[in-house]
């Protein structure tokens, strides 16, 4: 919906009565109260005037007529006539954020805000300017414009408005960015904890089959393993035959030194019975 509000006459400007048309866009999602102004020259005094005169008229006429991209194309003839005149740049760049080109219109819309030496019209200028930055999103640029506006001209209740429409929009976009930012970093905690919670169970299954795979080598032992195990065995039985070798040596030194043992025993008696042979021939 679209309402207009009041025709100002806001004085004299090189000469020329100019006069702003003040209109409020309303929209529902935002409630921002958008004001177009466009400047009508009167009486132009060169062939060049005369023709920048026509051109703005017919911009403004598509404007109206909501044919905003054959706005801005008559709004750029105009200027091409007269590209120092801040009423043109004025009403380009509101054209062009009527057309959605939003980044073109601020430049144009600043441009003109710093050539007018009315306040009220930069003013207007600046608040035109934070509404296209509004509606790119861009917040914060939106409302430097706002404050700007309210420096120059404190009088219109829709720049207090729509300034305090983007502060509003500033905060609840913090507050989302920070709800947003504490569930990533949820999202991103529980995400470690699974991460880790996997690495220990493939970390324990790993254990657990390397345990099994160990004891299946114990069970079945490949030819080799049984080839090195024979090699290994054969110096031990070596040294068993020679341990038991020795045993039979030692035996038969025993056994010599028995009959030896016995041989003494023989030796003596016998020397004794000999001796008692000789005693009993005397008698």
Same mark, same amino acid.
């Given at each position: 919906?679209?309402?207009?509000?009041?025709?100002?006459?806001?004085?004299?400007?090189?000469?020329?009565?100019?006069?702003?048309?003040?209109?409020?866009?309303?929209?529902?999602?935002?409630?921002?109260?958008?004001?177009?102004?466009?400047?009508?020259?009167?009486?132009?005094?060169?062939?060049?005037?005369?023709?920048?005169?026509?051109?703005?008229?017919?911009?403004?006429?598509?404007?109206?007529?909501?044919?905003?991209?054959?706005?801005?194309?008559?709004?750029?003839?105009?200027?091409?006539?007269?590209?120092?005149?801040?009423?043109?740049?004025?009403?380009?760049?509101?054209?062009?954020?009527?057309?959605?080109?939003?980044?073109?219109?601020?430049?144009?819309?600043?441009?003109?805000?710093?050539?007018?030496?009315?306040?009220?019209?930069?003013?207007?200028?600046?608040?035109?300017?934070?509404?296209?930055?509004?509606?790119?999103?861009?917040?914060?640029?939106?409302?430097?414009?706002?404050?700007?506006?309210?420096?120059?001209?404190?009088?219109?209740?829709?720049?207090?408005?729509?300034?305090?429409?983007?502060?509003? &929009?500033?905060? /609840?976009? =913090? $507050?989302?960015?920070? #709800?947003? %930012? !504490?569930?990533? *970093?949820? @999202?991103?905690? +529980?995400?470690?904890?699974?991460?880790?919670?996997?690495?220990?169970?493939?970390?324990?299954? &790993?254990?657990? /089959?390397? =345990? $099994?795979?160990?004891? #299946?080598? %114990? !069970?079945?032992? *490949?030819? @080799?393993?049984? +080839?090195?195990?024979?090699?290994?065995?054969?110096?031990?039985?070596?040294?068993?035959?020679?341990?038991?070798?020795?045993?039979?040596?030692?035996?038969?030194?025993?056994?010599?030194?028995?009959?030896? @043992?016995?041989?003494?025993?023989?030796?003596?008696?016998?020397?004794?019975?000999?001796?008692?042979?000789?005693?009993?021939?005397?008698?």
């Amino acid at each position: 919906m679209m309402d207009v509000h009041y025709l100002n006459h806001i004085g004299n400007h090189y000469g020329r009565n100019i006069y702003v048309y003040r209109f409020t866009f309303y929209i529902p999602s935002w409630f921002i109260l958008l004001v177009i102004s466009s400047i009508v020259i009167f009486r132009p005094d060169t062939v060049s005037a005369d023709k920048a005169s026509a051109a703005n008229k017919q911009g403004i006429k598509a404007f109206n007529e909501q044919k905003y991209d054959e706005s801005v194309e008559h709004f750029t003839e105009a200027l091409v006539e007269s590209p120092d005149t801040p009423e043109l740049k004025f009403n380009r760049g509101t054209a062009l954020s009527a057309a959605g080109k939003n980044e073109e219109a601020v430049g144009e819309l600043k441009s003109s805000a710093a050539r007018f030496e009315n306040n009220e019209q930069s003013a207007a200028a600046h608040y035109n300017a934070g509404n296209a930055l509004l509606t790119s999103n861009n917040i914060e640029a939106a409302i430097q414009e706002y404050k700007q506006a309210v420096k120059l001209d404190q009088v219109p209740e829709d720049i207090r408005h729509n300034l305090e429409l983007a502060l509003r &929009k500033l905060n /609840q976009q =913090k $507050q989302s960015q920070e #709800q947003q %930012d !504490k569930e990533n *970093s949820e @999202e991103n905690k +529980e995400k470690e904890e699974d991460k880790e919670s996997k690495q220990q169970k493939d970390q324990e299954n &790993k254990e657990e /089959q390397d =345990k $099994q795979d160990e004891q #299946q080598s %114990d !069970k079945t032992q *490949s030819p @080799e393993d049984g +080839e090195q195990k024979d090699q290994n065995q054969q110096p031990s039985n070596q040294q068993q035959n020679e341990d038991k070798t020795m045993t039979q040596e030692e035996a038969k030194r025993l056994l010599d030194a028995i009959n030896d @043992e016995e041989k003494r025993a023989l030796s003596q008696r016998y020397m004794q019975m000999k001796s008692d042979m000789r005693q009993g021939d005397d008698w």
